[in-house]
């Protein structure tokens, strides 16, 4: 059965786009995912990582005195040309620049190992992560992922409600009508003496209301299976997972709308915690996002029976 590719969107069957090289979302998948990897013994200039077919050759060029300076490396296939940085290599040149390679890593300063994984269909440590994060994003989004932070639950857990996370140190915000008064005086003015001015007529006002958010309270937010908790000093708020009716994530928090309730409360400092992301053999420490928090509520709303 075909699925979509989560990086670049091409309908494509089996583990891995053979468009970009992404991992391709399983049915029932427990991420063990293994992105393909080179022969341990192979070097990076065995396999050019353009044409796959070429070897890379060291094209030198003597200096002053003598002396040997490493140029470039070029495909004696394809005419591939890297050339070294430190401990790095830039691709700076290729025959085809629609090759899907020069468009993914053309001018970008690689090591030895991610130059060897792309020629053995692999990815850059960069484009690694992000597929890999896509992938688990998605799956965390369909409910494929159980999460359990650990820590003790400051709250009493109902039958078959399991704990998800309890972070503390969270802030409450919450929209306040803020109501300003502003205005002038109306009508002529008059000079009197130098620099002095006598205005004719009253004190016009007019006042005005807006919304801004204000802190309200501040105490911790426990995530079970079925519920989202926040207990503060002033206020207890407990919020049916199946009464949200939307979820809008930023970088330190969430905003959350849901049934029966006409505004909107945001929870933020969410992003102290760490969380620990594995996708198959590799491992990304992550701080705990609202785009992530938001997706982990949206699979935990799916499992609810």
């Known amino acids: 059965m075909k699925v979509k590719c989560p990086k670049c969107g091409f309908e494509d069957e089996g583990k891995f786009c053979s468009n970009c090289g992404a991992p391709l979302p399983q049915p029932n998948s427990s991420l063990e995912q293994k992105a393909p990897t080179a022969p341990p013994e192979a070097l990076w200039v065995d396999r050019c990582p353009v044409c796959k077919s070429g070897k890379l050759l060291l094209i030198t060029k003597k200096k002053f005195f003598g002396l040997v300076s490493a140029e470039k490396f070029e495909c004696d296939s394809c005419g591939a040309i890297f050339r070294p940085k430190g401990d790095k290599y830039k691709l700076t040149k290729v025959t085809d620049t629609s090759n899907i390679i020069w468009q993914e890593y053309g001018n970008q300063l690689l090591t030895e190992r991610e130059w060897k994984n792309i020629a053995y269909g692999g990815m850059s440590d960069a484009k690694q992560k992000e597929a890999d994060m896509e992938y688990w994003m998605t799956q965390l989004k369909e409910g494929n992922i159980p999460i359990h932070m650990g820590g003790e639950a400051p709250i009493l857990l ?38 002095v001015y006598f205005r004719v007529g009253g004190f016009r006002a007019k006042s005005e209301s807006n919304e801004e958010l204000r802190t309200i309270d501040q105490g911790s937010l426990t995530l079970t299976n079925k519920r989202l908790v926040f207990s503060g000093a002033k206020r207890t708020i407990n919020i049916d997972l199946r009464k949200i009716v939307s979820v809008e994530p930023y970088s330190d928090g969430i905003a959350i709308r849901r049934e029966g309730k006409e505004k909107t409360q945001y929870f933020t400092g969410i992003d102290q915690a760490k969380l620990t992301i594995t996708v198959g053999e590799r491992v990304y420490k992550e701080p705990f996002s609202g785009l992530i928090l938001m997706y982990l509520i949206e699979g935990l709303i799916k499992k609810i029976e």
């Open 158 to 195: 109902k039958k078959k409600e399991e704990l998800i996370f309890a972070l503390p140190n969270i802030f409450l915000w919450e929209p306040r009508a803020v109501r300003r008064t502003i205005g002038g005086y109306g009508g002529p003015s008059f000079r009197v003496a130098k620099g």
